[in-house]
């Protein structure tokens, strides 16, 4: 039998243990994810001829490092591995004088710069694009394919931030959308929508070491923005060097320290006057629902040992008193249902408090510490250590729920970094990274009665806890399950090599990651759910309906107890950029990447399923064997970039490449959760399912018995992506682009939900036999068949106007498709079908959730007069799609008899324009305060996405047609006396109102008009 790579690791001797990652260390680098740049150019007379052997030296101000290399015959320099940061640049050669400028240098990108040297006595010139101090002012890369930008720190610092989140700037780089945190355990965890996704499926990294969340994908942990140098979002086409992704990447370096002690003090203040209500979802007479938020900032960095090594420290506590106040009609639900309590008509519950609002405060603590060394001119190390860790009472509370569904949520997070580079000679550079991360969460429920009554009026667009009005929170919602424990850690070597000579820059990766812990657990006690059909107001006046309806729709289940799992991956690549000519450029490379223990949970197999061995016994060929890691992950990239014309001030570029990614494990984790024990026997359920030589068998349909299987014929999700685009620069502060991207993904997961006894059969009874129901268990089988698609035009402009305004315009023209039944997402939510006989039916191929067909940013800043800062992120974007579904959430409604296709509906506009007003003061020659103030979604636009009302019993229709889940008419009075024929789908268009979403933990776009001051001061 072969052995794999990690047993063959594991029983190798310490020595030769440490022999080998040694040589992987010195042999090869990932720099997939570099936090640093590169710098490239010529060298010329005033001829235009090229200087051979002329010396470029750069050096970083702040801390004194120094970098060298020489032109080779062609004029021509290169040098990797470059702090973000401005760069003092020396050019010499013999025979002429001395040239020098500043260069900007940002994070995982590269600068041409074009140096002409005149002769001894005579004034030098240094070509250099405009200094990138904002993505308003970025250069144009010739030599490049990548789509994104860089934002910086300024931008971090300038521009509004309605959660305080870099997220919110991300927006500005053109392929992203803003999109809610898709984890509801996780608040303001960054979330960043590329390819039409909802962002889970990015790739992830702060200074060059992984921080993706591999449960259920995005980022794992937040940081202050204030903690950040500069970060770059790239949205397309990525080198060789990046893997893990089927969409983009975001790769951020945090601050260092320098020669000279700097730091800041801030103050933010969201009072709960400053906020205003929608007009839709909150209207008068509904109570205001009082919010307020304050942040505390304070950073710190300089020299421990003057150009030797240095400290950086930075420090955010958030203070957040977010609330619900629910509105007369959710009042009128819970007093009716306090009443049904009252008469007995609850078990075990003889009264229920209704309380006018609930708290939900929310505490966070962010702090970070990084310490630069330089030991010699060829080595330089750092290390960084990061923590997060928050509370939130009556986490997942809405408007529609009692505070007994809700949670105490606590969350902490720890990263920590080591990172070396060192310089072999002037054309080659190592690199090396070593991460470890971990996250505990932990969720205690407000009750613990073992059950949730489930009314209509709670369901909406926006749900985040499931359907429960009343009682236990389950944990679950229409997309998946949450586990109320998680735990994750990981470890990681990332090495990298790269080089730099005459029309070539090599580079070579490895990148480990070993997974010891991802796992958690659900609650394991036995739970039952209960969905009603109507509101408890309706069975005030109907008590008997009340009892009849608490029988009629129940489902008893045990979520499960824990899930485990120890994972580790391997990724290799080798890339170049090779310079054809002075004007073409080829970027080209090859990754190849694998996965260990994938599908083990608890150091068990699929094999061990019972649900594998029940179909097994019952002779049902669902799933015939366990499935394997994908070890045949090979990922190509090439990419051209042509500039044409002498002043190079244009350039066209495409390239097209493959990017794999495993994704989360939410979506299957039933699958897992059914290893966390060693199986029983089951050798005969249907001849003596009582006896114990069957005890470990699914029970059937009837007795509620569910199994959870993985597809044997799994191949890890992958995206092709194809970019062609056009950058032309008008002048050093001006310029613009046009871009066209084909994203086609395949192989995203998606569930097949069989029902024993009705699409599912044992050939050891007859079909029609009753006890087919009896026996067959129900069975979701999780495949890896979806497929995807993404087109986008992209159209981008920036400049810079006499140093006084800077200013970006994006626009974006695309479309995103993927199969699925009640929801489309693009690679990330595990989408089901609705007919597994049928799973490519009419109607189930449409757009994603984060489908916008339109989308225009417009941000900058105005430096006015009297020192007056006025800066403005603006978006608009066309209504995105959501599903009406029918009441048991299993598929979409019928509308006159006809299906809906899916996301057939769409919402409304997203508008929101947010401003910042500062003026900074000087006080003295290191001291500057800067009182400000920031205005969010200025014009109070409501913006309620696809938060409209998504399920069937929810909406204003017959309970007849409700129940049947087709609709021919609306009510047209509270009583649904009266009704009207449907004409239009726009007749079911029903915004949530006065269910009231508010606008708490977790927000991060949307949110009604809010104003907030605040005070910084910094030297």
Known sequence: MRRSIIDWFTTMTRPARFCALACIACASVLPAQNPNGALRGTVQDS???RVASATVTLRLPSTSQTRTASCDEQGEFRIDGLAPGDWKMAVSAHGFADAGAEVRIDVSASRDVVVTLKPLGEAQTVVVAAHASSIATQPMDVASQVHGGVVTREDLTTLPLAERTFANIAYLVPGTEPVEPSDPTKARITAISTGGSSGLNNELSVDGA??????IGGFLQNFSPDAIEEFSMRTAQEDADTGGTTAGSVIITTRRGGNDWHGTASFYERAAALNARFPIENPAPNPKQPFSRQNYIATLGGPLARNRVWSFTSYEQVHEDASIAYSPASLQQFDALASLAADGLIPGVASIAVPTFVPIPFRDFLASERLDWAQ?????WFLRGSVDTYTTHNNLVEQGTLPSTGLLTHNNYMNLVVGNQYVF???????????ASGLHLTQARNSNLGFALAFPFSSTALTISGFETFGDNQFATPITFFPSERNQEKYQLRSDISGAFSGHAPKFGLNFIHEPVLGGSFPGNTETLYKF???PAYYVANPAEFTADLKADSSTSTLGGGFSQNVQRLALYAQDSWRISRRLTMNYGLRWSATWGLFTASGRSQLENPGYITLRALQIPLVSTAPSDDREQFAPRLGLAWSPGARRNTVLRGGLGLFYNDLAQNGWVTAFQALHAAPGPCVDPIGNPGSPQNSGCVPGDIAGGTASLIDPHYHTPYALHASGGIEHSFSEHW?????????QGNHAYRAYSYTGGVNLFTPLLPAADPAQAADVPNVDVFHSDNRSSFNAVMF???????????????????????WGCVLGELFDYVNGVCNPLDPFAPGDYGPSGEDVRHRAVLAGTWHAPRKLELSTLTQAESARPFTITTADNSNRISVNGVRTPLDEFRGTPYIQADLRLSRPVRLGERWTLTPFAEAFNLFNRNNPGANYVTNIATLPVPQAQAQTGNVTDICTNSTCTATEPIRSLNQLRVPGGELGDFFGPGTTVGIPFAAQLGLRLAF
């Open 47 to 49: 001829s235009g001829a």
């Open 210 to 215: 992984d921080n993706s969340d591999d449960y």
């Open 376 to 380: 010699s001119p060829r080595s330089a």
């Open 425 to 435: 000679s002037p054309r080659w550079l190592a690199q090396s990274v070593f991460g």
């Open 533 to 535: 059909p109507e509101n």
């Open 735 to 743: 310029l613009a682009s046009a871009d066209y991207i084909h994203e």
């Open 796 to 818: 981008h402009a920036q400049g810079d106007w006499t140093r006084r305004v800077s200013l970006i315009a994006n626009y974006t023209f695309s479309k995103a498709q993927t």
